[in-house]
Every structure is written in structure tokens, then in C-alpha cells.
């Protein structure tokens, strides 16, 4: 079955620090994948998305995810973490000509000052 | 531009009355989409339309939900009666056609069923 898995339900990281948030993939296909964010009693905002082509792929707020079809995953990546960057981040994926998506449970990040 | 738009924002209800949730999508796109979200069960896709025709409502929980849409430009998402289990942020969602496209996202409704 075609699936999205965030191992971690949460992080806490320091501000200024590194940020990686892990994307597991199950697809007979290659993918079209898109990471999220959702900040309190908002919905969901597209960070960045990947559809085929270069496997690094950047995003809106400084964020960049790298497609690993080796590995089956796609994680979000940032360089230094903000405090306004405490949100609950979800992967999705989808494939074939469907529009439906697939939603990872998500992950609450956490940035402490 | 506008996006999705989605009223109310806020809804407190008493167990066994209706509650009518409604959405517009972005003017243009082919696709709505309805999912609930839930601290226990996280983001749920409930139904999606492709011009204005249901295209999936396998993710509908009972017969007492309903979605329709009318027209492109609106669509309503109904719980009758409703009970405290429902209560949850339902969101819509609308995107182009083609299955590279990204869902836009309204802000919810959070829906509180006493």
C-alpha cells in the first residue's frame, strides 16, 4: 500500500541550530512528494515540493529537502532554525495521475530560545 | 489573491443538531478536498470533487456526513445529527487539475460538539 511515514512525532531543536525532519516513502512508483507546515489554528502551507529531475529541492522560509530514492525518503532540512519556525510539519505524497495525497501524522517541532 | 475560504471559523453546537460547514476553493482549480483533523487520528481525507462531481467519499465516516457542491465556486460539508466524536478542525483544500499539483488549504473550521 502507498504510504508516508514520519518516524518522529516530535523535536525540539535550539534556535539557530540545524534542523532535519525524516520522510519515509512507500510507492511502487517514483513519487511526487510536498512538505507542509501548519502553525497553530491555521492550515497547512506548502514549504516545497518534488516531482522529478535535481533530488534537492528548495523551499519558501529557507527550508530545502532532498529526495534519496535509495533510501525511500525525503526529508526537510534547514540550515538554522528560527523560533518562528515552531510548527507542525507534514509529509504528503502522491502518484500516478491521481490528485489525492497521502499525509505523513506529522511533526511538531519545537524550538527552544 | 484570495484562498481557500472556509466559514465558520469557529463552531460550538449541542449533540444532535446540524452543522453545515462550508467552503470556496480557489477560483479556477478543478479539485476540493475535505479532511478532518484530529489529535488522535491526525489529518483525514473524508472526500474530494473533480468538477464539482464526488470523486472518492470512502473516507467518510457515517451516513450522517454529507458533502456536496453545488457549483465550482462553493461546496458544504454537513453533519446530521452531529455527536461529540465529531468534533475536530475539518479543512478544505482545492487544487488545479493534474496530479503534480499542490492542495491549498483554508484555515479550518474547528467544530466543537457539546
Known amino acids: 500500500a502507498q504510504s508516508v511515514t514520519q518516524p518522529d512525532i516530535h523535536i525540539t531543536v535550539s534556535e539557530g541550530a540545524s534542523l532535519e525532519l525524516r520522510c519515509n516513502y512507500s510507492?511502487?512508483?517514483?513519487?511526487?512528494l510536498f512538505w507542509y507546515v501548519q502553525s497553530p489554528g491555521q492550515g497547512l502551507q506548502l514549504l516545497l515540493k518534488?516531482?522529478?529531475?535535481?533530488?534537492l529541492v528548495q523551499g519558501i522560509k529557507g527550508f530545502e529537502a532532498e529526495f534519496k530514492r535509495s533510501q525511500s525518503s525525503f526529508n526537510l532540512r534547514k540550515p538554522s532554525v528560527h523560533w518562528s519556525d515552531a510548527a507542525e510539519y507534514f509529509c504528503?505524497?502522491?502518484?500516478?495521475?491521481?490528485?489525492?495525497?497521502?499525509f505523513g501524522t506529522g511533526t511538531r517541532l519545537q524550538v527552544t530560545l | 489573491d484570495a484562498g481557500v475560504i472556509q466559514s465558520p471559523r469557529h463552531e460550538v453546537t449541542e449533540m444532535g443538531q446540524e452543522v453545515t460547514l462550508r467552503c470556496k476553493p480557489i477560483?479556477?482549480?478543478?479539485?476540493l478536498f475535505w479532511y478532518r483533523q484530529t489529535m488522535m487520528r491526525g489529518l483525514e481525507l473524508l472526500i474530494y470533487?473533480?468538477?464539482?462531481?464526488?470523486?472518492?467519499d470512502s473516507g467518510m465516516p457515517e451516513d450522517r456526513f454529507s458533502a456536496k457542491m453545488p457549483n465550482a465556486s462553493f461546496s458544504t460539508l454537513k453533519i446530521q445529527p452531529s455527536e461529540p466524536r465529531d468534533s475536530a478542525v475539518y479543512f478544505c483544500?482545492?487544487?488545479?487539475?493534474?496530479?503534480?499539483?499542490?492542495?491549498?488549504f483554508g484555515d479550518g473550521t474547528r467544530l466543537s460538539i457539546l
Open positions: 504528503a505524497g502522491g502518484t500516478g495521475t491521481a490528485s489525492k495525497l497521502t
Open positions: 483544500a482545492s487544487s488545479l487539475a493534474g496530479s503534480r499539483q499542490p492542495q491549498h
Open positions: 518534488y516531482f522529478s529531475g535535481d533530488t
Open positions: 470533487f473533480n468538477n464539482n462531481v464526488p470523486i472518492d
Open positions: 477560483s479556477g482549480h478543478d479539485y
Open positions: 510507492y511502487g512508483a517514483t513519487p511526487y
